[in-house]
């Protein structure tokens, strides 16, 4: 069976940490940054668990920001 | 296969659409708005329309709507988008024409643009953004603010005798043989946001088929108005605006 | 080809917008114009020239369908009465704002409230001094006959697209509801588009292939910004106080009293002119045709000149205010007006006269 891996890049100046892509991901790829900030303040979201990403797409659409780009391959 | 390796153009499967313009929007942390914008940009560019839609901005959180969507744009007075957008269509009959409405603007102040555009039948598609509460001004009582729902003007929450009833402006609209296609989505998840693509796609589909009026609303949230996180005001949307307004199409001619 | 015609001064509107190549009419039926929608519904120009018309579900919807339109860079125009113009005014400032070429009618009636159907010019204050909120002027046309019904749609258009800005037609009930001869002017072809977008390169128009997008908005959040807006629209309110200033005169040569009066009014104090001039009396006439711009320097001009001015208007005393203001107070201004909807007879005017300055009868 073929696997698919996923990657996501988060424009972390355009995020404003809402959450929601944490929120919609549903393997648990994505955290928001618990320290660090933007240059607006925010705790932009980042993959902290990359290697569970499956490329679904779930935190690209309902991101309200359109910052997030997804990546996907298929590895047999 | 590590991250870097994936992260490639060849591999990408969604990016930022085209046509939302580089400016970062106003909007709160987590708003709708942001996300049926990203829908709408997307869809004028895969179905070709750039170069032939003009947006109606409303007054409300979207009035600088005309900002990030790289269309010509008409911004109206507050309510009247309607009206406006009647004539940009019958002046223009070649044109995508839609406009993008909140509550109040739709559904309070605009009310009668909004009855006698959908009555006549112009070949507009209206997207209705309902989070029931004024944002723009600080988040006072909307027409379709719920029974019991706490706003800056009802503070101890709605009620009937002294507010009156939420507006279900939708389910009115449906009943005019103007309208072709009235549908009520949300974009609070995933496959939510694919549906409410499709929606708006068909509405646009429609204004340039010049079947008549396609109504699109957006049951949303408010969570800066609601007081809530954006994951918060998601769920409170989908356990109880949605009992208000319930999810999916009420007309499909 | 022109045409000699017989008809009301509403109906010369409807026939002149068609043949002016108007390509858009919204409206609202209010006594006494409703037969400027009537005409066009009659004479069904989308089959001819293409040109739209539609009858809204307000004054308010029809102004925003104007501001659609003009959008556009469409030659559009609506029509209304004293309290449907009331309602149009947010949209007017609107079009001001959005500097939109525009063109609106008003058929004065007399108020306040919903008043009467009967003739008015109280709406002058309304007209000249913005009506609507924010620093604004729209350029007012005062006609006094049906052909000048007829040929201010042809000069209104021209003005609005020149200056992108509202024009307003300030007639009144006797002008939109009398029959008069009229020349209808020879019809001149809607513009295409391409010249539309040549013409008017800020129209929201759809891109077409345009770099950039066009955003039609009166919004301007930064007061640096805004301010700026602000110093444009006066510099073209400055432009056209230089260069649209339109008044008649009569008699005025070696008047040692003069008349100020507009619109039909103007047309029954030339009558009391000729009456007093009978009697000896060296009475002149002045008729702004604009009453924004106003005639101030005309008027500054014959204030050195006569010993009194009287202004007769349908109102209160409202463009008296700038006549005193442009005569600089040199000489007595004194007013006289009917109001309710009465119009005066010339007799009325020349006792007016004499009753202000006893002296001219000697």
């Known amino acids: ?76 | 296969m590590k991250p870097e390796e994936i992260i490639d153009p060849a591999n990408r499967v969604y990016a930022r659409p085209r046509l939302l313009t580089e400016v970062n929007t106003h909007y709160c942390p987590g708003c709708s708005h942001g996300v049926v914008h990203r829908i709408i940009a997307e869809l004028l560019d895969e179905m070709g329309l750039e170069d032939r839609a003009v947006g109606v901005a409303p007054v409300g959180c979207a009035v600088f709507a005309y900002n990030y969507i790289d269309v010509d744009w008409v911004e109206a007075a507050h309510g009247r988008a309607p009206a406006v957008a009647t004539a940009l269509s019958r002046l223009s009959p070649e044109n995508l024409v839609f406009t993008y409405q909140g509550d109040g603007d739709l559904a309070a102040i605009g009310t009668a643009e909004t009855i006698h555009a959908a009555n006549r039948g112009e070949n507009i598609a209206i997207i209705f953004i309902n989070n029931a509460i004024y944002g723009m001004t600080g988040g006072q009582m909307a027409p379709t603010t719920l029974i019991g729902q706490r706003t800056a003007t009802t503070p101890y929450g709605r009620r009937v005798d002294l507010n009156g009833h939420p507006l279900n402006i939708t389910n009115l609209l449906a009943q005019l043989p103007g309208t072709c296609y009235v549908t009520r989505q949300s974009v609070h998840t995933a496959p939510a946001v694919r549906k409410a693509k499709n929606a708006i796609k068909k509405a646009f589909e429609n204004a340039m088929a010049k079947k008549g009026t396609s109504v699109v609303e957006i049951v949303s949230t408010c969570n800066s108005g609601w007081k809530m996180t954006p994951a918060q005001a998601n769920e409170w949307m989908a356990t109880h605006m949605t009992e208000h307004y319930p999810l999916g199409d009420l007309k499909n001619e | 080809m022109e045409e000699v015609r017989l008809m009301k001064g509403n109906e010369a509107i409807a026939h002149a917008a068609i043949r002016y190549g108007c390509d858009g009419y919204f409206g609202y039926p209010i006594t006494p114009q409703s037969e400027v929608l009537e005409t066009l519904e009659a004479l069904m120009p989308w089959e001819t020239t293409g040109m739209t018309v539609l009858q809204a579900e307000s004054e308010v919807a029809a102004i925003n369908m104007v501001y659609g339109g003009a959008a556009t860079g469409k030659a559009v125009m609506t029509s209304s009465s004293s309290p449907g113009v009331s309602l149009k005014q947010e949209g007017i400032s609107y079009i001001a704002a959005s500097s939109l070429p525009a063109l609106i009618l008003n058929v004065m009636r007399g108020g306040p409230g919903l008043g009467t159907i009967q003739p008015s010019q109280a709406d002058y204050f309304q007209a000249v001094k913005g009506g609507g909120h924010g620093d604004y002027h729209m350029i007012v046309l005062a006609p006094s006959t049906v052909q000048e019904m007829a040929d201010f749609v042809g000069l209104g258009f021209d003005l609005a697209f020149k200056y992108r800005n509202p024009v307003l037609i300030l007639a009144d009930g006797i002008v939109g509801q009398m029959m008069e001869k009229v020349v209808l002017p020879p019809a001149r072809p809607r513009r295409t588009q391409q010249q539309i977008e040549e013409q008017c390169p800020w129209a929201a128009t759809g891109r077409h292939g345009r770099a950039h997008r066009n955003v039609v908005t009166s919004l301007e959040l930064d007061p640096a910004k805004m301010e700026l807006n602000n110093e444009r629209f006066q510099r073209t309110y400055a432009a056209i106080e230089a260069s649209e200033v339109r008044f008649a005169e009569h008699y005025t040569e070696d008047a040692e009293y003069l008349i100020v009066a507009f619109g039909s009014v103007a047309r029954i104090c030339l009558k009391a002119i000729e009456e007093a001039r009978g009697q000896g009396v060296k009475v002149g006439l002045l008729r702004p045709i604009t009453l924004w711009p106003f005639p101030k320097a005309e008027i500054d001009r014959l204030s050195k000149q006569v010993k009194g001015i009287l202004t007769v208007e349908l109102n209160a005393g409202q463009m008296i205010e700038d006549v005193r203001l442009a005569s600089q107070c040199r000489v007595p201004v004194a007013h006289f007006g009917r109001m309710g909807g009465i119009v005066p007879n010339p007799g009325e005017v020349l006792t007016a006269l004499f009753n202000h300055f006893p002296e001219a009868k000697q």
Not at chain 1, 8 to 13: F, G, M, R, W
Not at chain 1, 28 to 48: C, I, K, W
Not at chain 1, 53 to 68: E, F, T, Y
């Open chain 1, 1 to 76: 069976m073929a696997k698919i891996k996923g990657a996501v890049t988060v424009n972390k100046e355009r995020c404003k940490g809402c959450n929601l892509c944490v929120v919609a991901c549903p393997t648990d790829t994505l955290s928001l940054q618990p320290l660090e900030v933007n240059d607006r303040g925010y705790h932009f979201a980042y993959m902290s668990n990359p290697d569970a990403c499956i490329g679904c797409c779930s935190c690209a659409l309902v991101c309200p920001d359109a910052c997030i780009e997804v990546y996907r391959v298929k590895l047999d």
